[in-house]
């Protein structure tokens, strides 16, 4: 089957994967539902990713005492410095850099998916996308005005 390059009313198209063939209205309906709700969850994604990075700041490696004696002890610089000490901080940054590094795989995944959602050419599914987007970011603006 020839796909146009051109956006098209109709409500047949296939989208992402072969079993996802809409035939009828009915079925663009649902597959327009879906990926509205999609786009607003990415939109969410987005928020959720800056909140957590507003809440986890990489812990430094020497507090403020340490870098006032560095400062001070200029000539002993021949001692090797202490290795950096495993505290509750240093596992908090971890798990919110995992947790961040997860969240941007999804919002990476599933930025690709609407793009190949919306490069079916279905104008259904194009309004579905940018209706989706600015309700997402209509609900989760005034969630990042918060932080």
């Known amino acids: 089957m020839m796909m146009s390059m051109h ?3 109709s409500s047949r198209v296939t989208l992402l994967f072969e079993f996802w063939d809409v035939n009828g209205p009915a079925g663009m309906v649902v597959s327009v539902l879906v990926v509205l709700l999609m786009t607003v969850f990415y939109e ?3 928020i959720w990713k800056v909140s957590l990075d507003s809440r986890s700041k990489p812990p430094s490696l020497l507090d403020s005492s340490s870098r006032t004696t560095l400062v001070e002890t200029v000539s002993e610089s021949s001692v090797p410095p202490a290795p950096p000490q495993h ?10 850099h995992v947790l961040q590094t997860a ?3 999804v919002q990476v995944v599933l930025s690709y998916m609407l793009m190949l959602c919306i490069m079916s050419y279905s104008v259904w599914i194009f309004l579905g996308v940018v209706l989706g987007s ?8 005034p969630l990042l005005i918060r932080l």
């Open 134 to 141: 600015a309700i997402g970011y209509f609900v989760a603006y």
């Open 44 to 46: 969410l994604l987005k």
């Open 87 to 96: 505290s509750s901080s240093n596992k908090r940054w971890f798990l919110f």
């Open 7 to 9: 956006f098209t009313a």
């Open 103 to 105: 969240i941007h795989v």
